[in-house]
């Protein structure tokens, strides 16, 4: 079993930055991807940018510029700079590995709340 622990949400100021953190525990026999979705107020889940295991990143249109997605081992970080109130949302840590049969299978940590408000 996978387990995803975020850290790092809170309140900041319009233009402020945060950085998120999100550690992964437990039988990762391949890991393919690894990131972040966010799922504002009323609205659906959506991308927020995801590392492969070979360093290519993924950034949604709307972070880029901004958001920078970094990685050291089991970890991953979202360091969010300019931050606006649109960003005000649940900040997810998404994992997608493989096992031995070739299955894949992706994992959610419980999120973090990040809200942007003066």
């Known amino acids: 079993q996978v387990q995803l622990v975020e850290s790092g949400g809170g309140l900041v100021q319009p233009g402020g930055s945060l950085r998120l953190s999100c550690a992964a525990s437990g039988n990762i026999f391949r890991l393919i991807t690894m990131g972040w979705y966010r799922q504002p107020p009323g609205k659906q889940r959506e991308l927020v940018a995801t590392v492969t295991s070979s360093g290519t990143t993924n950034y949604a249109d709307s972070v880029k510029g901004r958001f920078t997605i970094s990685r050291e081992n089991a970890k991953r970080y979202l360091q969010m700079n300019s931050l606006q109130p649109e960003d005000t949302a649940v900040y997810y840590c998404?994992?997608?590995?493989?096992?031995?049969?070739?299955?894949?299978?992706?994992?959610w940590g419980e999120g973090t709340q990040v809200t942007v408000s003066s």
């Open positions: 998404y994992l997608r590995a493989g096992n031995s049969l070739g299955f894949e299978f992706a994992y």
